[in-house]
């Protein structure tokens, strides 16, 4: 789950069996997210996926996340097309060949949260949508591989920018991924986007950091629907999203969630 920048939110570091708690808790995610992978198809609503989540996390020892997490009304985030993140599940909304679905899931384990997004293709997708899915994940890719010490949190946001718009897409700013430890945001933020240098921290090994690019086939900018949650692109056009937990070692990036297919 994306983060509304609001006030500064403190960075504490984890220990190394910290992180460990932590790897366990978005094993559970990337698990319940290959889960809904091979279930998500044309006629399954987007509230029976939330329920199949919701039974993975618990049957794993964990809680949602996100069910009540300043009111949202799910356990997961049901984003679909247009929909750029925190959808919220619904009997009504029944899935379509040719749509995307970003879905994105957080639990709690031991006291410590898990949290990643993956977009899925639900049958064919045209090549635009599918395009715009890669596009978005490889700059994941390139957000983590700067996640390193030594570096500031903006070579991750420069970084996921640099890709998305160099395919000619645009990356969502008004959301932002987070620090994540024992609450779901933490400090640092982390944007998709370059905000300068020196006006981000110092990357320290023991951060652990949800890296989260939202990306818009049009432009950058997005509203909030009348629920207080689904967040749209303001031209409709699709937009993609997929999210790992990371921790900042000294020997470099470690992806919690590296399970997720
Ligand atoms: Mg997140």
């Known amino acids: 789950m994306s983060n509304a920048p609001a006030t ?11 992180i460990e708690i932590m790897r366990r808790a978005n ?14 198809a044309a006629g399954v609503s ?20 996100f069910k009540g997490y ?12 247009e929909q750029v993140v925190h959808g919220i599940p619904s009997q009504k909304v029944i899935l379509e060949e040719g749509d995307i679905l970003s879905i994105d899931f957080g639990v709690r384990y ?8 993956v977009t899925l293709a639900i049958g064919e997708i045209d090549a635009p949508k599918a395009k715009l899915m890669q596009i978005t994940r490889e700059s994941l890719y ?22 998305v718009e160099k395919h000619g ?6 959301f932002v991924g987070h620090g994540i430890g024992t609450a779901l945001h933490e400090g640092p933020e982390v944007p998709n986007y370059s905000i300068g240098k020196k006006r981000t921290p110092r990357i320290m090994a023991g951060m652990v950091l949800a890296i989260e690019p939202m990306v818009n086939l049009g432009t950058f900018e997005v509203k909030v629907l009348k629920d207080g949650w689904t967040v749209i692109t303001k031209d409709k056009s699709p937009s993609a999203h997929f999210e790992h937990s990371v921790a900042v070692t000294e020997e470099g990036p470690v992806i919690l969630s590296d399970n997720i297919q």
């Open 8 to 18: 500064a939110k403190q960075i504490i570091l984890k220990t190394v069996s910290e």
């Open 27 to 40: 094993q559970i995610v990337g698990g319940a997210l290959n889960m809904l992978r091979e279930k998500a």
């Open 46 to 65: 987007t509230w029976e996926l939330d329920r199949w989540a919701e039974e993975f996390a618990r049957q794993h020892g964990a809680e949602p996340a």
């Open 70 to 81: 300043h009111g949202f009304p799910g356990s997961l985030c049901v984003s679909l097309n």
């Open 110 to 117: 031991k006291g410590f949260y898990g949290d990643a997004a």
């Open 142 to 163: 390139k957000g983590i591989e700067q996640a390193k010490v030594g570096n500031r949190i903006n070579d991750i946001s420069a970084a996921v920018q640099d890709h």
């Open 169 to 174: 897409y645009s990356v969502v700013k008004q």
